[in-house]
């Protein structure tokens, strides 16, 4: 059974900054795409970045040039860092893998407000 594990999340003004780290216990070679969803309150959830092993990076529209998704093989961990952040951003986030099979994983989620 895979599990990743997020870390974070919080509470932060309008324009701050958090950083979201997700750890996953399966072996690193068998994970194709990392990526960051995030679910407000009554919407669907949305993928925010991705990252494939090859290095392929991708955001949505509303969170290019404020967010950057990285991955770190030795510590099997991938980050968002989020900057800029607006009230819009608030949902809670997931971070999420893909396998090579074609299995998705997902963290337990992770908290972020962004309201003064």
């Known amino acids: 059974q895979v599990q990743l594990v997020e870390s974070g999340g919080g509470l932060v003004q309008p324009g701050g900054s958090l950083r979201l780290s997700c750890a996953t216990s399966?072996?690193?070679?068998?994970?194709?795409?990392m990526a960051w969803y995030r679910q407000a309150p009554g919407k669907e959830r949305e993928l925010v970045a991705s990252?494939?092993?090859?290095?392929?990076?991708n955001y949505r529209d509303s969170v290019k040039g404020r967010f950057a998704i990285s991955r770190d093989f030795g510590k099997k961990t991938w980050n968002l860092q989020m900057n800029s952040l607006k009230p819009e951003d608030t949902a809670v986030y997931y971070c999420?893998?893909?396998?090579?099979?074609?299995?998705?994983?997902w963290g337990q989620g992770t908290q972020v407000t962004v309201s003064s």
């Open positions: 999420n893998q893909v396998s090579y099979d074609g299995i998705f994983d």
């Open positions: 990252i494939t092993r090859g290095g392929a990076i």
């Open positions: 399966a072996s690193i070679f068998s994970v194709n795409v």
